[in-house]
């Protein structure tokens, strides 16, 4: 219990610290106009108080991520803790932070149009395919896993095929209509059920008789798992993920201000973490390794959040938490699909004021989106797991470039860009069954040699931008001044 304390407290106290520390290198301009305002449409760009930029921000990135990810690494054991502290304090916030902010500097920009200014034109089409495979996946993976939830919660009333529907058509509505519309008013409610479900399940934990396992070098991790790179690719929501690059710009277009930024994409990421710690302890607690793993390979980890719920907090609770759980995946499914549309009006250049050019778009991702739900679940989930840290690690270059050619201290996003992509390229290397296959001392040689070609690119492009005066932050109109 003493290394899961800590840990949450470490995680609230980097908000106030090293997250202020982000802030003050990137320097937010309170004064300068903010998407939401200079690109104003009623649809996509929309002012939203902080409040309920920061709800939707952390529905958005905790998806299925924070719970399952969690869940699924708690068989590496306490390391895990580890992961999701560090991994949300020193990367997967300032990756949040730096992808909304320089995004609210270009006009609300997702994340190819951004590599494709920072990193070059090729980067570009490369983001893009990765980020479009990464939200018609999670989009697909947020289907089944709340389907399976609801199923299993109803013991099996209503099939998961018509659940499967119902959520394809709230999903499409929320993709095409204005996000103040469905998204912006429903997410307080949505928001209610996950903070009581997961606040309820962190304090059962702390009261029951299950012991939270503790951090030690005689405790670190079971010895037949390795931990690098097969963990951060498995912990990925809570810890570190590419998919928030994908939402953190949906929130950029409904800003209204600079100066909230830390609140909504540091602190948000913080918030995640805890989560994530959440359910890695009372994975860990209430299960061994063999049992949990029997668990998860009956039905992915729905059935461990279904059993941890109702063994916690008993048949009202654990319904309440069930559905915290089956509201995170829906809220970032809706996102998915809705970022998905915006990614690709983007790259075609068309603009998304009438209802009829959102549908031409919206249909065919819901058509292939419904196809990919025929694939086993374990297979979705490790392609999912590779374009996330992928997408992950060309984010984190995109900040650091930002903040190499605006000479600011770029080390803060260098360090974990370098060590993700290390993980991805091992990762790839060694996967037999969705890379090359390589012995594990191999992969990793592999990949640190494709690290450093990838950090000497970087140096490169990043000194030829400098001496181009790439402009960093775009121009932005004469209008209101932010509110």
Request: charged residues 10%; contains cysteine; glycine residues 10%.
């Amino acid at each position: 219990m003493i290394t899961f304390l800590i840990a949450v407290a470490a995680l609230v106290i980097a908000y106030f610290t090293y997250g202020k520390y982000i802030e003050k290198v990137f320097g937010p301009n309170a004064e300068r106009p903010t998407p939401a305002y200079s690109n104003k449409d009623g649809v996509d760009y929309v002012p939203m108080n902080k409040q309920k930029n920061a709800l939707i921000q952390l529905l958005n990135i905790a998806g299925t991520g924070p719970i399952f990810g969690p869940i699924m690494g708690a068989l590496y054991g306490p390391v895990a803790f580890l992961w999701i502290v560090l991994g949300s304090i020193f990367a997967g916030a300032v990756h949040d932070y730096l992808t909304g902010m320089i995004s609210i500097r270009n006009r609300g920009a997702h994340i190819p149009e951004l590599a494709g200014k920072f990193l070059g034109k090729i980067s570009r089409h490369l983001v893009n395919f990765f980020a479009l495979l990464l939200l018609l996946l999670v989009g697909t993976v947020f289907v089944t896993t709340p389907a399976s939830l609801l199923h299993n919660l109803i013991d099996g009333k209503i099939a998961v095929i018509a659940i499967v529907l119902f959520i394809f058509i709230y999903y499409l509505l929320s993709t095409i209509l204005p996000i103040d519309k469905i998204i912006g008013r429903i997410y307080p409610f949505f928001g209610a059920v996950l903070l009581v479900g997961t606040i309820g399940v962190g304090g059962a934990l702390l009261i029951s008789d299950y012991p939270i396992p503790e951090l030690s070098l005689s405790n670190w991790h079971p010895a037949d798992l390795p931990i690098f790179p097969i963990l951060f690719l498995t912990i990925t929501c809570g810890a570190l993920s590419g998919f928030h690059a994908t939402q953190s710009p949906l929130i950029s277009r409904t800003t209204q201000n600079e100066k909230q930024g830390r609140y909504i994409f540091y602190g948000m990421m913080v918030a995640e973490g805890i989560i994530a710690m959440i359910w890695a302890a009372a994975a860990m607690s209430l299960f061994d390794g063999q049992g949990l793993q029997g668990l998860i390979n009956q039905g992915t980890a729905s059935l461990v959040v279904n059993e941890v719920s109702m063994t916690l907090l008993g048949a009202v609770g654990g319904t309440i938490a069930v559905l915290g759980a089956v509201v995170l995946p829906i809220t970032s499914g809706d996102t998915a699909f809705r970022a998905a549309r915006n990614i690709i009006a983007d790259y075609i250049r068309m603009d998304q004021i009438k209802v009829v050019k959102r549908l031409a778009i919206a249909i065919p991702m819901f058509v292939v989106s419904y196809w990919l739900t025929t694939i086993d679940f374990n297979i979705l989930w490790r392609y999912f797991s590779f374009a996330n840290q992928g997408t992950a690690a060309l984010a984190l270059w995109i900040g650091t470039m930002y903040l190499f050619v605006k000479k600011k201290n770029y080390f803060i996003a260098l360090v974990p860009a370098i060590f993700i992509t290390d993980m991805v390229f091992t990762y790839i290397l060694y996967d037999s069954n969705l890379g090359f296959g390589l012995s594990y001392q191999a992969a990793h040689i592999g990949g640190i040699i494709m690290t450093l070609f990838i950090v000497a690119l970087f140096f490169w492009k990043g000194n030829k931008n400098r001496s181009e005066k790439l402009s960093v932050d775009m121009e932005v109109p004469p209008t209101r001044k932010a509110g």
